[in-house]
């Protein structure tokens, strides 16, 4: 079944100690997306792809990155993670459409910061 | 921020009711969609309904939408114990994004 994976499901790092969490898709879609999620809170989106075409939100910290080497694969990366990264994080997928698309989300990788 | 407000945060009915859930947003949109989440997991659509449409089904699912009053409704007819999760509202403006409510976490007990 196409889907969006998301691995790992359970990350621990420490304090100021690089994370990456990644993300495949079988979908084909060109739009991923990723966003974290704090506990009873909505998904709070940082950044998307639009193709290769990277889309900041304007409120995402300068301590998180992201890769897309290609149609499949998107990398998120903190770099220095704060307790406050402690999150749910979530990466969708969705095909480009004015009328927009439904997003299909994968599992979601819990980040635990110590 | 949030672009929609849900209403209510939380809902405890027994199986077999109704479970009505509220949104309201602030500016123009092209469609509003509903997900749902349960514990620890990822989101799942729902249903999409566009911004001509007023009234759509899928199941027991019952969405409508109040374009001049900026506001939609989600009712869950016959609810289950597998109900039980998070519900959100997602509305679309254009730019491929998504923008998402509070959610109401609705919980169905047995």
């Known amino acids: 079944d196409a889907m969006v994976i998301q691995n790992p499901r359970y990350q621990v790092t420490q304090f100021g100690k690089p994370v990456t969490l990644s993300c495949s898709q079988t979908l084909n879609h060109n739009v991923m997306y990723w966003y974290q999620q704090k506990s009873s809170q909505a998904p709070k989106l940082l950044f998307h792809?639009?193709?290769?075409?990277?889309?900041n939100e304007a409120d995402t910290p300068d301590n998180f990155q992201s890769r897309r080497p290609n149609t499949s694969f998107c990398f998120l990366d903190i770099r220095s993670p704060g307790l406050g990264d402690a999150a749910m994080y979530l990466c969708a997928t969705s095909r480009e459409d004015r009328e927009g698309n439904e997003q299909f989300f994968g599992p979601g990788t819990r980040l635990t910061v110590l | 921020s949030q672009q929609g407000e849900e209403d209510p945060q939380a809902l405890s009915i027994q199986e077999g009711e109704n479970a009505t859930m509220n949104c309201s947003y602030k500016?123009?949109?092209?469609?509003l969609q509903w997900y749902r989440q349960n514990s620890g997991r990822g989101l799942v659509h729902l249903i999409l309904i566009r911004s001509n449409e007023r009234e759509k089904h899928s199941g027991r699912l019952r969405v409508t939408l109040d374009t001049s009053k900026k506001s939609s409704s989600l009712l869950i007819t016959a609810s289950r114990a597998a109900d039980t999760a998070s519900y959100f509202c997602a509305t679309y403006g254009g730019g491929n994004m998504l923008t998402f409510g509070g959610g109401t976490r609705l919980m169905v007990k047995p």
């Open positions: 792809y639009y193709d290769k075409d990277f889309n």
């Open positions: 500016t123009s949109i092209n469609n």
